[in-house]
Nanobody, 119 residues
Framework: QVQLVESGGGSVQAGGSLTLACTYT????MGWFRQAPGKEREGVAV???????TYADSVKGRFTISKENAKNTLYLQMNSLKLEDTAMYYC?????????????????WGQGTQVTVSS
């Protein structure tokens, strides 16, 4: 089965940076999602088959998704972090060629890594 393992989460002060990584065992369309306490899971950034990317409006200009195929690793570089970015971040994979930017389109999930932004 597809296995996804996230790493790189932690605690950071507002305005700081973190880079998350996700290693995977099979190549699919990949993305990052997050879920804050009391809120539904939402898309953060995804990368498609042709290399195009989609970002949530709330993170545009601050986050960058990238993939290093030779290392089977997906990254999420997060800059200028805000308190509102605090959430559990999940790496996800979809077998769909053009998945929708919603959790339901992604069938494989990692266990998550916590990102906490403090003042």
């Amino acid at each position: 089965q597809v296995q996804l393992v996230e790493s790189g989460g932690g605690s950071v002060q507002a305005g700081g940076s973190l880079t998350l990584a996700c290693t995977y065992t099979m190549e699919y369309r990949m993305g990052w999602f997050r879920q804050a306490p009391g809120k539904e899971r939402e898309g953060v950034a995804v990368i498609y088959y042709d290399g195009r990317t989609t970002y949530a409006d709330s993170v545009k200009g601050r986050f960058t998704i990238s993939k290093e195929n030779a290392k089977n690793t997906l990254y999420l570089q997060m800059n200028s972090l805000k308190l509102e970015d605090t959430a559990m971040y999940y790496c996800a994979a979809s077998s769909r060629r053009w998945p929708q930017f919603i959790p339901a389109s992604y069938e494989y999930w990692g266990q998550g890594t916590q990102v906490t932004v403090s003042s």
